[in-house]
């Protein structure tokens, strides 16, 4: 099955400043890599995603990129601002199955005032 | 509409005792799935439906059962509670197609076995 994994495990930040997430995947067939925010004691909810016919994509302060080749995605967040902490969890979506995802082990970002 | 919605939000077992997790969505989709929470190693599939009378099981099965009788409705059992089943369950739903979709998730259950 898909193996998930995901850098850094926590991230602390001053606000203004820039956050990155890496995350790599094993299966080359995955074709779906969405990214859930979580804020503390609340549920997963999307923030952004990709599919492997683009390598990157952009909402606002928050950015996207694949790398099939190298079989990574990384979430960009710039201008940090306080509402930007929360856990992060990458995901991956193996193309035999479109409906199960492999999450990551999650980021927990902290961004200072 | 409600989206997905999960009871109870929170539950307290003793070892051994069974229990139902509800889950139901109003968005008719018809892929609906469980996952646990533990600290430090994020959502685990538990187990997942395509559709009425279609489950499977996901990453982490074993001690849950599940049944989707209807498109709205997918119920999580635990057999026998254990305390490795102390978790945050969380039960999901997205519609098919082509491309896999946005899993929207419930606000979760908070399962403390003793």
């Known amino acids: 099955g898909e193996n998930v994994e995901q850098h850094p495990s926590t991230l602390s930040v001053q606000e203004g400043d820039s956050a990155v997430i890496k995350c790599t995947y094993s299966?080359?067939?995955?074709?779906?890599f969405p990214w859930y925010k979580q804020e503390l004691g609340k549920r997963p909810q999307l923030i952004i995603d990709i599919r492997s016919n683009v390598g990157e994509k952009k909402d606002q302060r928050i950015a996207v990129t694949l790398n099939k080749t190298a079989k990574h995605f990384s979430l960009h967040i710039t201008e940090t601002q306080p509402e930007d902490s929360a856990v992060y969890f990458c995901?991956?979506?193996?193309?035999?199955?479109?409906?199960?995802?492999?999450f990551g082990a999650g980021t927990t970002v902290t961004v200072r005032a | 509409n409600a989206g997905v919605t999960q009871t109870p939000k929170f539950q307290v077992l003793k070892t051994g005792q069974s229990m139902t997790l509800q889950c139901a969505q109003d968005?008719?989709?018809?892929?609906m799935s469980w996952y646990r929470q533990d600290p430090g190693m994020g959502l685990r599939l538990i187990h997942y439906s395509v559709g009425a009378g279609i489950t499977d099981q996901g990453e982490v099965p074993n001690g849950y059962n599940v049944s989707r009788s209807t498109t709205e409705d997918f119920p999580l059992r635990l057999l026998s509670a254990a305390p490795s089943q102390t978790s945050v369950y969380f039960c999901?739903?997205?519609?098919?197609?082509?491309?896999?979709?946005?899993?929207?998730f419930g606000p979760g259950t908070r399962l403390t076995v003793t």
């Open positions: 995901a991956a979506t193996p193309r035999s199955n479109d409906y199960k995802l492999s």
């Open positions: 999901a739903s997205s519609r098919p197609g082509q491309w896999a979709y946005e899993q929207y």
């Open positions: 968005m008719n989709h018809e892929y």
């Open positions: 299966d080359s067939a995955s074709n779906y």
